[in-house]
């Protein structure tokens, strides 16, 4: 019997659509190529949700999600929804949907190709061997705890970093596991000489990495010197841990590493299958329907998609070394339009044209 799977889409807004698309043809020429299935929904997030339903997080969405056995997402936000003071914002509703979907670590690879080791502005020597893992703890923290606006004639507003054991121990077991699938080196990111809620978080991940992972190096970093250490030192790093603020900007900062935002997969997981895939770019509004887009990232994003919740490894892989072979081949989007390979033949070209040139690699 050929399996069959349900696949939810949320382009957003912005760009979310277009590299969607791209992702979307590639999912179903791997689907062709390996012999499954895959039925397609779309539905509305973010920005589009509000100006459709008033709401960023639909129920009809929310729904959808929840019975799907993957969802991809495309990029939410831009200035039409700005307003720091509105009642409803995109970010909201995709902070609610990785509630509602209860998945609690985001998992952020960070993977350079050879050829792109050019567009990033640290020396190539700092860069050669890196390959590492981001996994950020998406549901407790600073972002969910007790808060306290303003208002327009308040002086004091306040925002609480707030962690339970258990939050801490199921996201530091994803990380240990991902570890032991790596290198075995798992570095954990805190605050604990200033945070209490960091010293729980160091206190509670050493006691889950020595009861559950012996054979796990385990370190412990400031998320000051972290941030220091990841343009100084980043291939010395395998699989890195951190609370939802700290990963937050230290994925961002990792991103820089490849160059280009447009490169970067990442999956948001639960305790099953079910997962929320994204790009960790945003919405780009200023090229939203030039067609210049990268959509590699979305793609990319579209393979963890495969191995993650539909466990075809093989189906994954084979969009990656499709993606690796376009950059071999020397295709670029215009946000890489000056990193040449090591022949220097580099071919400049749009969204639609860069997902047809890794379909191909991919039929081939």
């Given at each position: 019997?050929?399996?069959?799977?349900?696949?939810?889409?949320?382009?957003?807004?912005?760009?979310?659509?277009?590299?969607?698309?791209?992702?979307?043809?590639?999912?179903?020429?791997?689907?062709?190529?390996?012999?499954?299935?895959?039925?397609?929904?779309?539905?509305?997030?973010?920005?589009?949700?509000?100006?459709?339903?008033?709401?960023?997080?639909?129920?009809?969405?929310?729904?959808?999600?929840?019975?799907?056995?993957?969802?991809?997402?495309?990029?939410?936000?831009?200035?039409?929804?700005?307003?720091?003071?509105?009642?409803?914002?995109p970010e909201r509703g995709l902070l609610?949907?990785?509630?509602?979907?209860?998945?609690?670590?985001?998992?952020?690879?960070?993977?350079?190709?050879?050829?792109?080791?050019?567009?990033?502005?640290?020396?190539?020597?700092?860069?050669?061997?890196?390959?590492?893992?981001?996994?950020?703890?998406?549901?407790?923290?600073?972002?969910?705890?007790?808060?306290?606006?303003?208002?327009?004639?308040?002086h004091e507003a306040y925002d609480t970093?707030?962690?339970?054991?258990?939050?801490?121990?199921?996201?530091?077991?994803?990380?240990?596991?991902?570890?032991?699938?790596?290198?075995?080196?798992?570095?954990?990111?805190?605050?604990?000489?200033?945070?209490?809620?960091?010293?729980?978080?160091?206190?509670?991940?050493?006691?889950?990495?020595?009861?559950?992972?012996?054979?796990?190096?385990?370190?412990?970093?400031?998320?000051?010197?972290?941030?220091?250490?990841?343009?100084?030192?980043?291939?010395?790093?395998?699989?890195?841990?951190?609370?939802?603020?700290?990963?937050?900007?230290?994925?961002?900062?990792?991103?820089?590493?490849?160059?280009?935002?447009?490169?970067?997969?990442?999956?948001?997981?639960?305790?099953?299958?079910?997962?929320?895939?994204?790009?960790?770019?945003?919405?780009?509004?200023?090229?939203?329907?030039?067609?210049?887009?990268?959509?590699?990232?979305?793609?990319?994003?579209?393979?963890m998609l495969l191995r993650h919740s539909?466990?075809?490894?093989?189906?994954?892989?084979?969009?990656?070394?499709?993606?690796?072979?376009?950059?071999?081949?020397?295709?670029?989007?215009?946000?890489?339009?000056?990193?040449?390979?090591?022949?220097?033949?580099?071919?400049?070209?749009?969204?639609?044209?860069?997902?047809?040139?890794?379909?191909?690699?991919?039929?081939?």
């Amino acid at each position: 019997m050929t399996p069959s799977y349900r696949i939810v889409l949320l382009p957003g807004d912005g760009i979310g659509p277009e590299v969607v698309e791209e992702a979307r043809l590639t999912l179903e020429t791997v689907a062709a190529r390996f012999g499954f299935d895959l039925q397609f929904e779309t539905h509305l997030l973010g920005g589009c949700a509000i100006e459709a339903y008033g709401t960023s997080l639909p129920e009809s969405t929310l729904a959808a999600c929840r019975r799907a056995d993957a969802v991809l997402l495309g990029a939410v936000g831009g200035p039409r929804w700005d307003n720091p003071q509105a009642p409803d914002r995109p970010e909201r509703g995709l902070l609610a949907l990785r509630k509602g979907l209860s998945l609690f670590a985001n998992l952020r690879p960070v993977r350079l190709f050879p050829e792109l080791l050019g567009a990033s502005t640290l020396k190539e020597e700092v860069l050669q061997g890196v390959d590492l893992l981001v996994v950020r703890e998406l549901t407790g923290g600073i972002y969910f705890g007790p808060r306290q606006e303003a208002g327009e004639d308040g002086h004091e507003a306040y925002d609480t970093m707030v962690y339970t054991r258990p939050e801490i121990e199921r996201v530091v077991r994803v990380a240990a596991q991902a570890a032991r699938e790596r290198r075995r080196k798992l570095t954990s990111v805190d605050k604990a000489n200033v945070l209490a809620s960091s010293r729980l978080w160091r206190r509670v991940t050493t006691e889950v990495v020595t009861r559950e992972f012996p054979d796990i190096e385990l370190e412990h970093v400031l998320v000051d010197a972290m941030a220091m250490h990841l343009i100084r030192r980043p291939a010395s790093f395998d699989v890195i841990v951190a609370e939802n603020l700290f990963g937050d900007i230290l994925t961002d900062e990792a991103a820089m590493l490849a160059g280009s935002m447009g490169m970067l997969p990442s999956a948001s997981l639960g305790e099953g299958t079910l997962g929320l895939y994204e790009p960790i770019h945003g919405s780009a509004p200023d090229i939203a329907g030039k067609g210049i887009a990268n959509p590699l990232a979305t793609i990319l994003s579209a393979a963890m998609l495969l191995r993650h919740s539909l466990g075809q490894e093989a189906a994954a892989q084979a969009i990656e070394t499709a993606v690796a072979q376009a950059l071999a081949a020397g295709y670029r989007t215009p946000d890489l339009a000056g990193v040449h390979g090591p022949d220097d033949r580099v071919e400049v070209v749009g969204t639609q044209a860069m997902g047809a040139v890794v379909r191909q690699f991919l039929s081939a």
